[in-house]
């Protein structure tokens, strides 16, 4: 839910209209093409105090981080799920015809994937966020990388068996990226995806 909320005060906050993102294949894409156009009014739900920057791609000394492709448009983005709410997410997606990329917990996967395979099913595209939300940060600073592998390796795999597609598109719990995981995902495959 907070990240749902979070999602749509910046965009609010930022006086915009979502519109479609252009994306480059780093996620699970649907089988059925997303609709080109796909402008809706994002309902006021609060103000904030201060909106994050977006639109801005970002780099860093790890696989490329994808970001929207046409100037004024925004991406999209979900982490932690699927949970009880994600459902209604989609429901508000789906009436506001925006796209969006779901990075999922694969413990979560286990329990809900019927969830997943409706936001895959519905045009959303579905990245990996590990399978137990664990700090890496925590994990490297323990030098325990092989924590950290399995913890992404099972994420990933998870996603997969449902699926049938391997997600190439990381989104790290916590936002904790250092050297270990940059050779982790390097090593698997994966773009790692900081924030959009």
Do not use: W
């Not at 994808?66 to 983005?77: L, Q």
């Amino acid at each position: 839910m907070k990240c749902f909320l979070i999602a749509l005060l910046a965009l609010q906050a930022l006086d915009v209209t979502a519109r479609k993102c252009k994306r480059r294949e780093t996620a699970i894409v649907p089988q059925t093409p997303v609709p080109e156009a796909g402008e809706a009014e994002i309902e006021n739900v609060g103000e904030v105090e201060e909106a994050p920057a977006v639109g801005q791609e970002l780099r860093g000394p790890f696989n490329e981080i994808t970001s929207c492709a046409v100037p004024g448009t925004y991406a999209v983005t979900f982490d932690d799920g699927p949970d009880a709410l994600t459902p209604g997410i989609l429901d508000s997606l789906a009436k506001a015809e925006i796209p969006a990329t779901f990075f999922v917990v694969g413990q979560e996967v286990n329990n809900r994937s019927d969830i997943v395979e409706r936001a895959l099913a519905e045009g959303h595209q579905i990245g990996s966020h590990s399978f137990s939300h664990l700090n890496y940060n925590d994990l490297a600073a323990q030098g325990n990388v092989e924590a950290i592998e399995n913890d992404i390796r099972r994420g990933v795999e998870t996603v997969e068996e449902l699926l049938g597609k391997r997600p190439t598109a990381f989104r790290t719990p916590f936002f904790a990226i250092n050297a270990q995981v940059q050779q982790v995902t390097e090593k698997l495959g994966l773009s790692l995806t900081f924030r959009l």
